[in-house]
């Protein structure tokens, strides 16, 4: 979706600023962080559509930091990058509640496929959830007041 | 292989449990032996003992009974002369041929009697008869006659005398009125010697007879002759036997009781004791052959058990060697894992870069960059398959998750066996489904079942064969189908066709078929096999359109 909002976090700058050029070329709206703790912030601070995670970084890993996504209880979904497809890591990973996971290097064609697809469902989520916020409005004019909280 | 042959155990290799070896025979031969020698030497001084117990009655009962026989065999004759002497009467037996009938009479009955006499009380003979002349003789002053006219009866001891011929005299005296007689009969040693040999039961035993002086008043057989002095020297009178052990002799004396002879039976133990000698030897000749069995066991059953412990240590050293060379290689791994890791960011940072600059170049340098851009890109992806290449080689149980076109992977399999399919002339006929997707699974392992499929097929169709492989779309998945024209599978074939080491022969090595349908498992998948419904074998393969998982806690399906 153009104009998608994505979170790039990967601890190497070469392929954190190269992709982010290749994903705005394609009209998405890229924020790159280089470590878990940057991601958290930026989650925090502002809402993305789409996080690209990797794997493996020091400090705080791609699963740690997935988990703490998981724990902000934002509306968005998480791709993982990972160096080769290990069986563990994926499971981990889609147990966690992760979109996929894709491995490095990987085709820009391929990635962008898994951000709409990722997309797609971060978008049906936030809709199930307008959906469900418009009910209670209707059903409580006052809810409205608690929307936006 | 452990070797079998035997040898003499001492000599065998054990270099690592030869002190196990000498511990095991040693508590193995005391064990075994030492109530073997407990309970076998017990009941052989038992037996001994019960034995010689028993020997020594018998012998004291023998001993006894022979003297009880000399004492009936002298008071018998005793008898006999007195009766002689009451029945008869002196004037009866001085009447001519009177003596002679009643010598002849005594004869008869017993031939040891060699003369009579009726003797008077001056001590000259009244009447003789017997082969000497001895009528003039006169008795006064010998001792049998002096005991005879003291006690009225008297038993001589053995004298040479007139005759020079050793004998003894039995003498009674009879009272008729005021006149006073002696009847006297001469017994002959050589004849009494027989009747007291005779009377020692045991064949093996000496009997004979001493005086109060210790001289021979019988023959002894083993270097005893009449009259000598014998080398036992008579005790004082006592009642019962004596028993007294010499060396290997076994001497038992009992004093008679109508003469004043010691009876004599000696025996040589050895000959005594020579059942029990014999038992006892044929006793330690079965505990020596039991005991030589029992050693043989024990060497053989040894040696087998610590064979085995050294073919074991041996297996454990070679198992331990491939652990640590496998302990080593995993460490390495481990390692080398980390490294291409990084490896793998640096051609992901060439592949991205590649990418942007094949974006980013101007038109005029298109064709040259293009290029160049794509030699980033190929060598990039040559680099991270080489990666995931090892890493799998490194790790087999870990599946590298790929989106596989098995259109793709089949064509170059028939290429790959192009080689072996032209050799027999084989035909390979596909039928591909349009449209059809890419699975995302394990692609090398899938590869390796699909590989194996085919190959056995080529094995199985005779020259000028066919092989059919068909693709179609599933609900979950897709399905291929490898058949052949080849001549099928039997029934325990189609039973026992995916065991490990069941080989047929379609070529399979007996583990291709067993691996195929673990890593078809593995992967969520499933492989059958079913004869043709005219000739050959049908193999389905059933591949899920996302990669399944089997975890003990979690299963799930990767999207495609």
């Known amino acids: ?149 | 292989m452990p070797d079998r042959s035997f040898t003499i155990s001492a000599t065998r290799d054990f270099p690592y449990y030869r002190k196990v070896w000498k511990k095991v025979v040693a508590i193995l031969i005391a064990s075994a032996f030492l109530p073997l020698a407990i309970i076998g030497g017990g009941m052989y001084v038992y037996l001994a003992r019960t034995i010689k117990h028993k020997t020594m009655e018998a012998l004291q009962a023998e001993a006894v009974s022979h003297k009880r026989d000399i004492d009936s065999f002298l008071t018998e004759r005793i008898m006999d002369l007195k009766l002689i002497s009451e029945n008869n009467g002196l004037s009866k037996m001085m009447s001519p041929g009177a003596i002679e009938q009643v010598l002849s009479s005594l004869q008869r009955e017993l031939p040891c009697f060699q003369d009579l006499g009726v003797i008077g009380a001056d001590g000259e003979h009244l009447a003789y008869t017997g082969p000497y002349d001895l009528k003039a003789k006169n008795y006064r002053n010998t001792v049998w006659f002096k005991a005879v006219m003291d006690d009225g009866v008297s038993v001589s001891d053995v004298f040479t005398g007139f005759r020079n011929v050793p004998h003894f005299i039995i003498a009674v005296k009879r009272n008729e009125g005021k006149t006073l007689w002696i009847l006297r009969a001469t017994v002959m040693s050589s004849l009494f010697d027989n009747i007291v040999t005779q009377l020692a039961g045991n064949t093996k035993a000496d009997a004979y007879l001493i005086n109060s002086k210790g001289d021979f008043q019988t023959n002894a057989r083993k270097g005893g002759e009449l009259m000598m002095k014998s080398q036992v020297l008579p005790p004082g009178r006592f009642k019962g036997v004596q028993v007294e052990e010499k060396g290997t002799t076994l001497t038992l004396t009992t004093w008679l009781e109508t003469v004043s002879w010691l009876s004599v039976v000696s025996i040589d133990t050895r000959d005594l004791f020579e059942d029990s000698r014999r038992v006892r030897n044929m006793g330690l000749f079965v505990i020596l052959l039991g005991g030589f069995v029992i050693i043989l066991s024990i060497l053989f059953t040894t040696d087998s058990l610590v064979s085995m412990l050294e073919e074991k240590r041996k297996n454990n050293r070679r198992l331990d060697l491939r652990l640590r060379r496998a302990a080593f290689l995993a460490s390495l791994m481990k390692l080398s894992k980390g490294v291409f890791s990084d490896l793998t960011d640096i051609l992901s940072n060439i592949h991205v870069t590649g990418t942007l600059m094949k974006e980013q170049i101007g038109l005029a340098d298109v064709c040259e960059t293009d290029l160049m851009a794509e030699q980033i890109f190929s060598e990039a992806i040559r680099g991270r398959n080489l990666i995931d290449s090892f890493i799998r080689f490194a790790g087999p149980e870990d599946p590298v998750i790929m989106a596989v076109d098995i259109h793709m992977m089949l064509d170059h399999i028939i290429v790959f066996l192009r080689t072996a399919l032209i050799e027999k002339n084989i035909g390979v006929i596909t039928d591909f489904q349009a449209g059809f997707p890419t699975v995302r699974s394990d692609g090398n392992a899938l590869c390796q079942v699909l590989l194996t499929l085919l190959v056995n097929a080529a094995s199985a169709v005779s020259a000028n064969g066919s092989i059919f492989v068909s693709t179609s779309m599933k609900e979950n998945g897709v399905m291929i189908l490898i058949s052949d024209d080849g001549p099928g599978l039997g029934k325990a074939d189609m039973e026992y066709l995916f065991e490990p080491q069941y080989s047929t022969d379609r070529g399979d090595s007996g583990f291709g078929l067993s691996i195929s349908r673990d890593i078809m498992e593995r992967i969520g998948g499933r492989i059958s096999v079913r004869n043709g419904e005219e000739h050959g074998a049908v193999f389905e393969v059933q591949v899920p359109g996302g990669f399944v998982w089997e975890y003990p806690d979690a299963k799930g399906v990767i999207p495609n």
């Open chain 1, 1 to 149: 979706m153009i104009g998608s909002k994505i979170l790039l976090v990967d601890d190497e700058e070469i392929f954190c600023n190269n992709m982010t050029k290749l994903l705005q070329n394609r009209s998405y709206k890229v924020t790159a962080v280089y470590n878990g703790e940057s991601a958290i912030k930026a989650l925090e601070q502002e809402k993305y559509d789409v996080v690209v995670l990797d794997l493996k970084m020091p400090g705080m890993n791609g699963i740690a930091t997935l988990k703490q996504i998981k724990e902000l209880g934002i509306i968005t979904e998480t791709l993982l990058l990972t160096g080769h497809g290990s069986i563990d890591s994926a499971v981990e990973a889609i147990r966690l509640g992760a979109y996929d996971f894709l491995t490095k290097p990987c085709e820009i064609d391929e990635l962008v496929e898994k951000i709409e697809g990722a997309w797609r469902k971060k978008d049906d989520a936030w809709k199930k959830d307008m959906e469900e916020k418009l009910k209670k409005v209707v059903e409580s004019p006052s809810a409205v007041f608690k929307l936006f909280v």
